[in-house]
């Protein structure tokens, strides 16, 4: 049996997330995570989404489904001051295999796109990202990538595009599928 990973696509429903020049976040989630299955079907791995389609799942159910799975992606994009531009890679606290997780994935990703590093997910909130801190919790492998600002103009546009989607996360796949294969 082909090892598992558990794609997150950040909020849904009635959850928007951020919304930066009319775009919700939640449907640039939904489009990206879909593409990231697909390229990391064609790899081998089984790939199971937390949701289908524009669906509330409530945050602490997300990491839930990944228990006994191998590997928790969570797929996000980020708002902040409209200059703001790069993806970042999120992992829990002291969790030392989500911070290897998050490191392969930062190296990866930052060869097609600008970086704005790998993060510990307590430097913003006191007890973490509940669905990094339940994976660590539970020993599976997690991270969260915001894959760009959605508030910058110019890197929304950019994000919009399938060229873009594609690239992004084949680029992703590959670093996971390395990071999977002990690195």
């Given amino acids: 049996m082909s090892e598992c990973i ?3 696509p950040g909020h849904g429903g009635t959850d928007p997330g951020a ?29 199971i989404l937390t949701r ?19 590997a928790f992606v969570s797929i996000h994009f980020n708002a902040g001051d409209e200059r703001a531009r790069g993806l970042e890679i999120w992992f829990h606290d002291d969790d030392i295999k989500g911070k290897k ?10 060869k097609v796109a600008t970086s704005r590093g ?3 997910d307590t430097a913003r909130y006191r007890t973490g990202f ?3 801190r339940l994976c660590s919790q539970w020993g599976i492998p997690a991270i ?16 919009q595009t399938d060229s873009e989607r594609q690239r992004l996360m084949q680029t992703l796949a590959s670093a996971i599928d390395k990071f999977m294969k002990g690195g």
């Fill in 19 to 47: 919304v930066g020049f009319g775009v919700q976040e939640k449907d640039l989630t939904w489009k990206y995570s879909l593409s990231l299955k697909w390229f990391l079907e064609k790899l081998g791995y089984q790939v």
């Fill in 130 to 132: 509940c669905v990094l």
């Fill in 101 to 110: 997780f998050a490191e392969m994935v930062e190296s990866g990703m930052r």
């Fill in 6 to 8: 558990v794609i997150d």
């Fill in 144 to 159: 969260l990538v915001e894959v760009g600002f959605i508030t910058n103009y110019e890197e929304n546009k950019i994000l």
């Fill in 52 to 70: 289908w389609g524009d669906v509330f799942v409530p945050l602490g159910v997300r990491p839930q489904i990944a228990k006994g799975k191998d």
């Fill in 118 to 120: 790998v993060k510990r």
